[in-house]
């Protein structure tokens, strides 16, 4: 009964393992407005993603001037870009980021809690970065550049349909994502000590984690094999890629810390296992 117990405490836990590792990591990510900031900051700098969105700003940005000024845009392309270029290499495009990326999260938390219909997509929307544009137009000497109305094109990076399907495990992350870890290691725990070989329960415990992080490793990267297909066309694979290895940077890191947490004490467990001898 006790060896009975002591495998079902332990088969639990660890089958948790992975499941904690990544729920914590996804919801400091999707849950809190600062940790999804904090997260993509990286992207700011990034060429792939800031040469997109300059082409995005740029086209829009020549559109609206073709249309509301009766400037042709072909002649102020150039100029537009330079300015385009300008304000995304400013030092201020790093706060600019911070309110479109923490907008961006809104819209993803909306959708995911239900907030927003199913219908409703998450883009990046570039108007916060116009008025730093108009400014760089009008010093380069645009005309009519003073009276550029704010871009407000959007550039869509999820369908809504494709988060609306994730509901209801956000939810279960939003209540339960931090509890999970304490719940593994308190399930883990107690398996041991009602392990009557604790040693070889340890080793056997250690083993099986590091074979569910090995294939949770094999899954994220399959995952970022099939990420461009999940996102809109006209989104590059560059881009998508860029924006998918950002978000995914914290559960490599704690995928890591587990396995190096597991190895050590296989080890131990081999260690401390191994028979005297006379």
Avoid: N
């Amino acid at each position: 009964m006790r060896s009975a117990l002591a495998f079902l405490l332990l088969l639990v836990g660890v089958v948790l393992v992975p499941v904690a590792t990544a729920g914590r990591w996804a919801h400091d990510v999707l849950v809190p407005p600062d940790g999804f900031v904090a997260t993509v900051a990286p992207l700011a700098t990034d060429p792939t993603v800031t040469g997109e969105v300059e082409d995005r700003v740029v086209a829009a940005t020549t559109r609206q001037l073709a249309t509301g000024t009766g400037v042709d845009g072909r002649q102020v392309e150039p100029l537009v870009r330079l300015a385009v270029q300008r304000a995304v290499a400013d030092p201020a495009f790093a706060r600019v980021w911070r309110t479109s990326t923490r907008d961006v999260h809104a819209q993803l938390v909306d959708v995911l809690s239900g907030s927003s219909p199913a219908t409703s997509d998450v883009g990046l929307r570039l108007a916060p970065v116009s008025g730093s544009v108009r400014r760089e137009l009008v010093a380069a000497g645009v005309p009519f550049a003073e009276r550029l109305p704010t871009v407000q094109a959007t550039v869509t990076l999820v369908p809504g349909s494709e988060l609306a399907r994730a509901r209801g495990a956000f939810a279960l992350l939003e209540e339960r994502g931090p509890e999970l870890p304490v719940v593994t290691l308190l399930l883990i725990g107690l398996g041991l000590l009602v392990a009557r070989r604790r040693t070889s329960a340890l080793g056997y415990s250690c083993l099986a984690v590091l074979i569910e992080i090995g294939m949770v490793a094999c899954a994220v990267l399959g995952a970022r094999l099939v990420s461009p297909d999940a996102v809109p066309a006209s989104l590059p694979t560059p881009v998508v890629h860029a924006v998918f290895d950002t978000l995914v940077s914290g559960l490599w890191r704690d995928l890591a810390v587990v396995a190096a947490g597991a190895l050590l004490l296989l080890v131990v467990a081999l260690v401390t296992g191994r028979p005297a001898s006379r």
